[in-house]
């Protein structure tokens, strides 16, 4: 009986190896599961193991050069999500520039703490700097917390105001999903209706996204639920992205030729910081929290 107590117990650690950059791997090893985590790489998780498969697409040559962003792993977006007409913005009289999907993928986020008693956590802190500052005016502290157990993968994020006036940001993740058949992938996702980045045109979903066009960007606007499933028949996996009532937006991205799609919940759309749309006026003092869930079922 106790033999068998002890073989249901899972074990998490947490390792840390220096590679091009330290990377902190988190690992639940009675599900052969893990996490590869960099913080000074903008924070980002590279690689998601499940029952020992990969469930991320890194581009490798992409995310050895510092002057590139990242594509692959789950990149974070913030102060906004896309990016912003001729990528500027006036605050207070002062036109500033803020490029796409804001700085904190670029910049280096630091541990705060580990975990690895029940699960294996991670979480990391980014703060203001004169680097930010320089675009983005306002004190805050970002807390994101990589989270693992079993074939799921949870990011608690905490957003603090540090200033002295309500601070107006968006947020949101941008996860590259491994794919080599992206003709085997049907969605289940909780809105009829998206737009097209490119043409502006709305459409109707039907549960697959056309694999043969150059490029897909496309924004479910009015979402009904909080969760997407992906199937992919070629793997024999369905992943599953739950949210918090945060993220009222999933934006579909990817590219013909490419082994990757991504599947992104954002709290607002691009240009909020003009608009105002759904965008975040966090009082000064004041803190949020929001969770993001990502489930990888073999079967």
């Given amino acids: 009986m106790i033999d068998d107590l002890l073989t249901m117990t ?5 390792a840390l190896k220096q590679k091009q950059y330290k990377t902190y791997i988190l690992s639940d090893e009675t599900a052969n599961s893990s996490l590869e985590v960099v913080p000074e790489r903008g924070g980002i998780a590279t690689s ?32 906004i999500c896309g990016n912003l007409p001729d990528n500027t913005y006036t605050h207070k009289g002062v036109q500033r520039t803020l490029k796409q999907h804001g700085f ?7 541990v705060a703490k580990e975990v690895t008693d029940g699960c294996a956590a991670l979480t990391l802190v980014l703060e203001s700097s004169d680097r930010t500052l320089a675009v983005y005016p306002f004190d805050f502290q970002l807390a994101f917390t990589y989270l693992i157990k079993g074939n799921s ?9 540090l200033s002295a006036e ?47 066009l150059d490029e897909i960007d496309v924004s479910f606007d009015e979402l009904t639920g909080l969760a997407a499933t ?14 918090n009532s945060s993220y009222g937006k999933l934006v579909f991205w990817t590219l013909k030729g490419k082994d990757f799609y991504c599947l ?6 691009r240009n909020a910081l003009h608009t105002g749309e ?12 929001m969770l993001v869930r990502m489930t990888a079922t073999f079967f």
């Fill in 10 to 14: 899972n074990v998490f650690a947490i």
């Fill in 48 to 79: 998601w193991l499940v029952e020992g498969k990969e469930i991320f697409y890194l581009d490798a040559e992409r995310f050895a050069n510092p002057d590139l962003t990242v594509r692959g792993g789950v990149p974070i977006l913030f102060p």
């Fill in 104 to 110: 904190a993928r670029d910049e280096p986020w630091v």
């Fill in 153 to 161: 993968l949870e990011i608690i994020q905490r957003y603090t105001n």
């Fill in 166 to 212: 309500p601070m107006p940001f968006s947020s949101g993740l941008h996860p590259y999903f491994l794919a080599s058949d992206k003709t085997a992938l049907r969605f289940e996702i909780p809105g009829m209706q998206y737009r097209d980045q490119n043409t502006h045109k709305k459409g109707y979903f039907t549960g697959v996204f056309d694999s043969t």
């Fill in 230 to 243: 992906v199937t992919d028949a070629t793997r024999s996996l369905r992943l599953t992205l739950s949210y």
């Fill in 264 to 269: 992104e919940p954002w709290t607002a759309p």
């Fill in 278 to 289: 759904h965008l975040i006026y966090l009082p000064p003092g004041a803190s949020c929290e």
